[in-house]
């Protein structure tokens, strides 16, 4: 347990002893007064990595000098260009490659997995998520129930926080499981809630689920590359993700999915097909009958954008050499720091600061949510002409994100020194 102190030579000293601290440098940060800004919102948009320009050069000098023939003969050839990360991948998700790939963006592959994992009979129908799931896991949940002639009001069972309470126990979903299990045809939430910040017991609350034949599907949106995860040990049946949040990969970029290995090479398994899902040896056979690739792969749809997976594997191949155990390592001070700053100066301006995420570092990834009660808009207004970039939803929440890869102890303290500033200005 580290003993953190409010100084400026305290953040100093921790980023002197920190192992990864140099890799900020492979990172382009927006510039404040001709200064690297304070990026506290990787948790909405990961900042770009520098080795992208080499990545994706390489695939338009490819374009330009080859043309088609770029499919076979480039580099990296473009027709299995989406498997060429599929190893590191599988280890920041917990997964075997084979159970992973890259298509598409989030909500398009969860509703392509639901065709899959979402059937509703006439006895278990219904779908399990969290009150308040993200806007997009809301709307495609309830348009998958309408698909299926199901109103959201006979279908949709929202588990929700105690009174008072900011975030889910995990005995809440356990309880909700129990009293509708029976008629419930699927599970499916945000393993790491974008509000609260909290992550759920995901390892449990699958394990309870498949015990009482319910499908799980996790979004991990907030999760892929923030926390760790072991999504085939764990018996996860599906799971998808964004690659442009804690993976870097860049603005509405291609999205991460994951099929648990014991569905692959199933017949019975209802998939929306397309020639990429085709067995790779006979796609270019042209034949009439879909003969499915033998993983997760059979999944895919489209042919490979690869101009927009280029970027997700220049990312992982920094997440590769930072090590993940690392990156979580300083994780959990980095955000420990955030939280005594943050207690510090509410202490000192008796201002009364409510932390909305889980104060157990187990229960949390990198991104701290706080209620700023009493103080309103003009803070946060302080912060941003400051040079730091965070996150305001209504009423008054901030919610803050130093990311490992890239943000320092440094960082904190200066934000806390601007919070300050702003707290004193207001008062
Ligand atoms: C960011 C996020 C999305 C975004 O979905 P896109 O299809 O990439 O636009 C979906 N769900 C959750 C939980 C998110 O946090």
């Not at 995901?202 to 996790?218: H, N, Q, R, S």
């Not at 019975?268 to 790779?280: T, V």
């Not at 939803?393 to 919070?419: H, Q």
């Amino acid at each position: 347990m580290t003993l953190f102190k409010n100084t400026l030579a305290f953040s100093q000293e921790m980023d002197r002893n920190d192992s990864i601290s140099s890799f900020k440098e492979l990172f382009h940060f927006p510039q404040h007064k001709g200064e690297n800004c304070i990026y506290f919102v990787g948790n909405s948009l990961g900042l770009q990595p520098k080795n992208v320009n080499t990545y994706l050069q390489e695939v338009l000098d490819d374009w330009k000098n080859l043309g088609v023939e770029g499919h076979f003969h480039s580099q990296k050839p473009w027709w299995d260009y989406h498997e060429r990360g599929s190893e590191s991948l599988a280890k920041i998700v917990g997964a075997l490659p084979s159970e992973v790939s890259v298509m598409n963006t989030l909500s398009v592959n969860l509703h392509l997995l639901m065709v899959s994992f979402y059937r509703p009979t006439p006895k278990k129908f219904k779908i399990i998520c969290e009150h308040k799931a993200f806007p997009s896991d809301q709307y495609l949940v309830k348009s998958q129930l309408r698909l299926h002639g199901y109103t959201p009001d006979e279908a949709l069972i929202e588990v929700k926080p105690q009174e008072g309470r900011h975030y889910l126990s995990t005995q809440a979903v356990l309880d909700t499981l129990d009293a509708h299990a029976h008629e419930t045809a699927l599970l499916f939430m945000g393993g790491l809630n974008y509000y609260s910040g909290q992550v759920l017991d995901m390892k449990t609350i699958t394990a309870y689920a498949k015990k009482l034949g319910v499908f799980v599907g996790w979004d991990l949106a907030h999760a892929a590359g923030n926390v760790p995860l072991q999504l085939h040990d764990w018996g996860v049946d599906f799971a998808a993700w964004c690659s442009y949040k804690y993976m870097n990969a860049g603005p509405g970029n291609v999205s991460g999915y994951y099929v648990h290995e014991k569905y692959h090479n199933t017949a019975d398994i209802p998939r929306l097909e397309g020639w990429w899902g085709h067995c790779k040896e006979e796609r270019f056979l042209m034949k009439d009958t879909f003969i499915p690739e033998p993983d997760a792969k059979a999944w895919q749809v489209s042919n490979a954008s690869v101009m927009s997976i280029a970027p997700y594997w220049a990312s992982l191949e920094i997440f590769e050499k930072a090590g993940f155990d690392n990156l979580i390592r300083k994780q959990k001070q980095l955000t420990g720091y955030l939280e005594f700053v943050l207690d510090a100066i509410s202490k000192k301006h008796n201002a009364n600061f409510e932390l909305i995420t889980p104060k157990n570092p187990k229960e949390r990834g990198s991104q701290i949510s706080v209620y700023l009660h009493g103080y309103g808009k003009s803070v946060f207004d302080h912060l941003i002409q400051n040079g730091v970039y965070l996150d305001w939803r209504e009423p008054n929440v901030i919610r803050l994100a130093p990311v490992p890869l890239y943000n320092s102890f440094e960082d904190v303290f200066r934000f806390g020194e601007i919070l300050s500033e702003g707290l004193d200005n207001t008062h």
